[in-house]
């Protein structure tokens, strides 16, 4: 069974470009979350995209945003690029509606550096 | 305050002794913790998840949960070399798949 798939690994951008990190999760899993993994932060939640509608949004600026489609696959973007974007992002993938029981399934993240 | 926090170490055990990390959160409505192990360079991997006060084993791994103190901890019976990580705790509440994480804990098991 094949896990959580992102790409790219690895990104280094520019500031004020934009960037669109793809997330496949687990065969049957239906909600797909990102994460932003920073030294100081830790690991900060973005949002999460359940059957293509997003239901649930962490504290980041409008410059992040996200989709999924319909066979799950999500997409996230960062527009205007800052130096504080540089991170770890993790997509996670679950089974099922969210329930407190459901564990996430982390993907190997896309290093983003900001430059 | 942040929503959970934990000491972030790093902590050092000799291998075979009893490795004990904590973890406590703000919200009382947060009712399932999770606590997942993230290898240097690697993704997050669940260790195990408890929601109910009291404990939970699994092999060499112990979740307590203390919901009247909002504390949970992670105990490692006979720590190996290779449980060397940073230990993750999370916790969960309401409809969804959010996540609420800790800093995280760096432990290092000394051969």
């Known amino acids: 069974k094949a896990g959580v798939t992102q790409t790219p690994r690895y990104l280094i951008k520019t500031r004020g470009q934009q960037v669109t990190l793809s997330c496949s999760p687990i065969s049957g899993h239906r909600s797909v979350s990102w994460y932003q993994q920073t030294p100081g932060q830790g690991l900060q939640f973005l949002f999460e995209y359940f059957s293509e509608t997003q239901r649930n949004k962490g504290n980041f600026p409008g410059r992040f945003s996200g989709r999924q489609f319909s066979n799950s696959r999500s997409e996230m973007n960062v527009s205007t690029l800052e130096l504080g974007d540089s991170a770890l992002y993790l997509c996670a993938s679950s089974l099922g509606t969210g329930g407190l029981y459901t564990e996430a399934f982390f993907g190997q993240g896309t290093r983003l550096t900001v430059v | 305050q942040k929503e959970v926090e934990q000491n972030s170490g790093p902590l050092s055990v000799p291998e075979g002794a009893i490795a004990s990390l904590n973890c406590t959160y703000s919200?009382?409505?947060?009712?399932?913790f999770f606590w997942y192990r993230q290898y240097s360079g690697k993704s997050p991997e669940l260790i195990m998840f408890?929601?109910?006060?009291g404990d939970k084993e699994d092999g060499r791994f112990t979740a307590q949960l203390n919901k009247a103190s909002q504390y949970v901890s992670l105990l490692i019976r006979d720590s190996q070399p290779s449980d060397s990580a940073t230990y993750l705790c999370?916790?969960?509440?309401?409809?969804?798949?959010?996540?609420?994480f800790g800093t995280g804990t760096s432990l290092t098991v000394i051969p």
């Open positions: 919200d009382r409505g947060s009712q399932s």
């Open positions: 408890i929601y109910s006060n």
């Open positions: 999370a916790v969960k509440r309401g409809t969804g798949n959010q996540f609420y």
